[in-house]
């Protein structure tokens, strides 16, 4: 049996991550695909519970080093206990976030040496990768009024304030420019529908349908 496929979706807060997955989910479904769609911090029991410690309470809850080592405790388990399995069997896996998000946010915002989270990847990932990474861009003063209307009590990266999510932004931007292999930019200010429609002729192009 083929391995999978593994789509990542990164990107700053508001910029439309979890639409997109799920009509990723939806149009893959449709061309008889086995989708598992999942997220990050997240997608296991225990990742799960530590998604609780970094996306709630205030913003100086954690400092970024602090911050890397739980995300990648988190990933590492949803990697061996989530990905790699439905992988194994074929099917292909959507995640909302993923390694950018840490390099991002802890790193490019954050001011953890973007080698020692390198060397945590490496120590917790070895040289699994996503096969395609999208990057939704957009305006971050957009995109916070977006994810501020969610409401919630997961508000803590939203109130780091705008100089945080400025550098965000660019941290992201950065990495689709180093690694174009592997990671594609979409406009994230377009209707949801066209960026759906980018991100499947994307796919089509870099990874194919399966026959």
């Known amino acids: 049996m083929a391995r999978g496929r593994f789509i990542t979706l990164e990107g700053g807060e508001g910029t439309g991550k979890s639409t997109l997955a799920a009509g990723l989910e939806a149009a893959l479904t449709q061309r008889g695909i086995s989708v598992r769609r999942t997220r990050e911090p997240g997608g296991t029991p225990g990742a799960e519970e530590i998604r609780k410690l970094l996306v709630e309470g205030s913003a100086e809850r954690w400092e970024p080093m602090s911050e890397a080592l739980l995300l990648y405790a988190a990933r590492h388990d949803h990697v061996e206990r989530l990905i790699k399995p439905a992988l194994d069997t074929g099917g292909w896996v959507i995640s909302d976030r993923f390694f950018d998000s840490t390099t991002a946010y802890q790193g490019a915002a954050g001011g953890v040496d973007r080698k020692t989270l390198d060397h945590l990847r490496h120590i917790t990932l070895g040289d699994f990768a996503p096969d395609l990474t999208l990057v939704l861009d957009l305006d971050p003063e957009f995109g916070l009024r977006r994810a501020g209307s969610r409401g919630g009590s997961e508000q803590r990266f939203e109130s780091?304030?705008?100089?945080?999510?400025?550098?965000?932004?660019?941290?992201?931007?950065d990495i689709a420019v180093a690694e174009p292999e592997r990671c594609a930019r979409l406009d994230a200010d377009a209707a949801p529908d066209d960026v759906l429609a980018s991100a499947l002729e994307i796919i089509g192009k870099r990874l194919g349908w399966p026959a």
Not at 160 to 173: A, I, N, P, S, W
Request: hydrophobic content about 35%; cysteine-free; glycine content about 22%.
């Open 160 to 173: 780091k304030g705008l100089g945080f999510h400025q550098r965000l932004r660019q941290g992201f931007l």
